[in-house]
């Protein structure tokens, strides 16, 4: 089915958090090197986001720090002026480059500018909770989204992979991040630069991890995706399905078909 998450994504806005992404929290990790940026004080000297990019052609991780050790919150007088402040990052593309980035915070309203030598991202930060940094890139490959969630690196581990329907028309990527027992990401299909957003599940102690995805991608459609997680070798797969609840006595589901994926970061 030609188009499929084309025709079912929730359009999301530049420069706006990515609607939840329907809630993925891609929980790819957003902390800030001291402390965390929700809370005030510790002394921190900066703040780290860490989160993921992509579109139909490609995705990954990126990691962007903001040279302030507090960012949610701030209560600012009438007039006050805005402070700009320095921001970097790193872009690092699955299977493939990095892209060194560099560019300004500006504290009210927010906006977050970085420019690589071949990446170019525009987006905006919101407190929350969680504290997320998100908005839109380009590149040599195109257009696409990205989100950043505050928390280190180390606090999540990424996926990425890629999904096909049974019928064999429909296919893209998706990338998520796992922090604890909750899951966030998004599907890309191919030859797309938007998100379907995503939220999930994490549960099980042993080598093998049980996933579990429910989510409304627009209305009337939801997305609903099972698999594992094999935490030795950090493969993930599994089925996922779309059902159209806007017609309840419809047996089938609108689409179906499988996933499957590794660890894309560290």
Request: proline fraction near 5%; include cysteine.
């Amino acid at each position: 089915m030609p188009g499929l998450l084309a025709q079912l994504r929730r359009p999301l806005p530049s420069l706006l958090t990515l609607a939840t992404l329907v809630g993925l929290t891609f929980w790819v990790g957003c902390s800030d090197d001291k402390k965390n940026p929700m809370n005030p004080g510790g002394g921190a000297t900066s703040s780290s986001f860490t989160g993921w990019f992509g579109n139909g052609t490609e995705s990954g991780t990126l990691s962007v720090t903001v040279s302030r050790g507090y960012l949610a919150g701030q209560l600012r007088a009438p007039g006050a002026a805005t402070v700009i402040l320095n921001a970097t990052g790193l872009l690092r593309i699955s299977g493939g480059s990095t892209d060194t980035l560099n560019g300004t915070f500006e504290d009210d309203p927010g906006y977050i500018d970085l420019t690589g030598t071949n990446y170019t991202l525009t987006g905006v930060y919101d407190s929350g909770p969680p504290s997320v940094v998100s908005g839109t890139y380009t590149g040599p490959n195109g257009g696409g989204q990205f989100e950043c969630q505050v928390g280190g690196a180390s606090s999540a581990d990424v996926y990425c992979g890629t999904y096909q329907n049974e019928a064999h028309a429909s296919n893209g990527s998706f990338i998520f991040a796992i922090r604890g027992s909750q899951l966030k990401g998004a599907a890309i299909e191919d030859g797309t630069g938007d998100a379907t957003g995503f939220t999930g599940t994490v549960s099980g102690t042993g080598t093998t991890r049980t996933l579990a995805v429910t989510s409304t991608i627009t209305n009337g459609y939801k997305l609903t995706a099972t698999g594992q997680l094999d935490t030795g070798t950090h493969q993930v797969g599994g089925l996922y399905r779309i059902d159209d609840y806007s017609v309840p006595s419809s047996p089938a589901p609108y689409d179906s078909g499988g996933w499957t994926g590794e660890r894309c970061s560290p």
